[in-house]
């Protein structure tokens, strides 16, 4: 089946203005995740969803940064008056379960930068 | 809590040679190590992973890794690189979440 699904893949905002990125995880994927990756920085863990639940929401930079799922499937990243440094990949992986006994697998990601 | 080190941001090999990419963990609890590859321009996949059992794994495109708990090591190993095996190479311990090192990037020359 198709594997997971990133929009938009590119997104060039204005600094201050609000972006959402999407990410349409593997069907039947109970586990979603988000991570930033940035240049020279490596891959940053931001926010991990148990079906519609966030028991782990540790790596979110700021108040500025929200995430949230909806059916179990779907996923939106808001981001508030984002700023310079938030520009980076954003990578989404979904897993059967909860890892580190399922392999995750990765979106193609989406290209944030903020002016 | 668990962490990572990569101990080289990048390796150059020529094509054909063997490669070591090195990976160190730190925990006090067991457990489970993963390599992933990013490919230029895709997204990440994984290698190969260590649960338990055998402490040599072997993953795809003729990669291998050996858990080494005395050493607390994971280290990524291919014999004869081809071109096509240019690509950031990221180590990952354990847990419902991915701590990811830093990366390696491996660039292989003709």
């Known amino acids: 089946g198709a594997g997971v699904s990133q929009s938009p893949s590119n997104k060039v905002t204005e600094k201050g203005k609000d972006v959402e990125l999407r990410c349409d995880p593997i069907?039947?994927?109970?586990?979603l995740y988000w991570y930033r990756q940035s240049l020279g920085q490596g891959l940053e863990f931001l926010i991990y969803?148990?079906?519609?639940?966030?028991?782990?929401k540790s790596g979110l930079p700021s108040d500025r940064f929200s995430a949230e799922r909806t059916g179990g499937s779907v996923s939106t990243l808001t981001i508030q008056r984002t700023q310079q440094e938030d520009s980076a990949v954003y990578l989404c992986?979904?897993?059967?379960?909860?890892?580190?006994?399922?392999?995750?697998?990765f979106g193609p990601g989406t290209r944030l930068t903020v002016l | 809590a668990q962490s990572v080190t990569q101990l080289d941001s990048q390796v150059p090999v020529f094509e054909e040679a063997p490669v070591e990419l090195r990976c160190n963990y730190s925990?006090?609890?067991?457990?489970?190590l993963f390599w992933y590859v990013q490919y230029p321009n895709q997204g990440l996949q994984l290698l190969l992973k260590?649960?338990?059992?055998?402490?040599l794994v072997k993953g795809i495109n003729g990669f291998e890794a050996e858990f080494n708990k005395s050493q607390t090591s994971f280290h990524l190993r291919k014999p004869s690189v081809h071109i096509s095996d240019t690509a950031e190479y990221f180590c990952?311990?354990?847990?419902?979440?991915?701590?990811f090192g830093t990366g390696t990037r491996l660039q292989v020359f003709p």
């Open positions: 992986a979904s897993s059967l379960e909860r890892a580190p006994y399922n392999e995750q697998f």
């Open positions: 069907s039947g994927h109970t586990a």
């Open positions: 969803f148990q079906g519609n639940s966030a028991p782990d």
């Open positions: 925990s006090s609890v067991s457990v489970y």
């Open positions: 260590y649960l338990s059992g055998s402490t």
């Open positions: 990952a311990p354990d847990t419902d979440k991915l701590i």
